[in-house]
């Protein structure tokens, strides 16, 4: 299955390549979700709730209102994770609150899992050149992402593996790395970074796995059309939370 992304900053949708540079920016929201309507799940990042320099609440809760979203940036406390829950969110997306400068923290997961289920929880586990980044792509912790992902497996629903080394990029995402990933977990899982072709949205849809993209509808690189008739019913839609 393809899942569009949309990110917000500062109350526009953009694209950023491998986090930092702002390579496109769109005040079109509601067109961006309706451009998305065919697609079970649309994925929702607030990149100022990432960095802790604001939200983008209003507009997180609208997209949850229009599709079904699965919904990161930020996601600290079970509070945050159950108030999104409530606004319409289909899953949330874990990152920095699972781990500690050491490795997973194991606590926390634990935390979120008892409270909220194990079904709505996708743990995002970022890795750039080979080890794990947190509190947005600045931070590395000691340890692949393949170590991660067999650690969390027991207490979230799925994983969302981000190559932040080709993020954005458009220049292909590591399929070996991938695979590492894929290895670790019988979870769902779901990738992104730097897909940029039908060939590699089929490689992982033959692995069943779920592609992220991103920068390569916003520039028009794939044709939203063509991922809406191919892959758009593959997999698993998400159910709204009761939590």
């Known amino acids: 299955m393809v899942i569009p992304s949309i990110d917000l900053q500062n109350g526009r949708v953009v694209q950023l390549v491998r986090g930092e540079r702002l390579a496109i920016e769109s005040d079109d929201l509601d067109g961006w979700i309706g451009r998305f ?3 079970p799940v649309v ?3 607030d990149l100022d709730a990432a ?4 939200t983008n609440e209003t507009l997180v809760r609208r997209i949850c209102g229009e599709r079904p979203c699965q919904v990161g ?4 406390t079970v509070e945050r994770a159950r108030w999104l829950l409530a606004a319409g969110a289909a899953r949330v997306m874990l990152g920095s609150a699972l781990f500690a400068a050491t490795g997973v923290d194991l606590e926390a997961a634990r935390r979120f899992s008892e409270a909220l289920g194990v079904e709505p929880l996708i743990a995002a586990v970022d890795a750039r050149a080979g080890r794990v980044t947190i509190h947005g792509w600045k931070t590395a912790v000691p340890l692949t992402a393949a170590e991660a992902v067999a650690a969390l497996s027991p207490l979230v629903g799925g994983f969302l593996y981000t190559h932040v080394d080709t993020e954005g990029t458009m220049s292909g995402l590591d399929m070996a790395a991938v695979h590492a990933v894929r290895d670790a977990t019988d979870r769902r899982l779901i990738a992104a970074g730097g897909i940029r072709s039908l060939a590699e949205i089929e490689q992982l849809d033959g692995l069943g796995i779920d592609a992220v993209v991103g920068m390569a509808i916003y520039t028009g690189a794939l044709d939203l059309d063509l991922l809406a008739n191919r892959f758009a019913s593959r997999g698993n839609s998400p159910r709204p939370s009761s939590v």
């Open 43 to 45: 994925q929702v990042i």
């Open 51 to 54: 960095m802790g320099r604001g």
């Open 37 to 39: 309507r065919l697609f």
């Open 73 to 76: 940036g930020g996601i600290r």
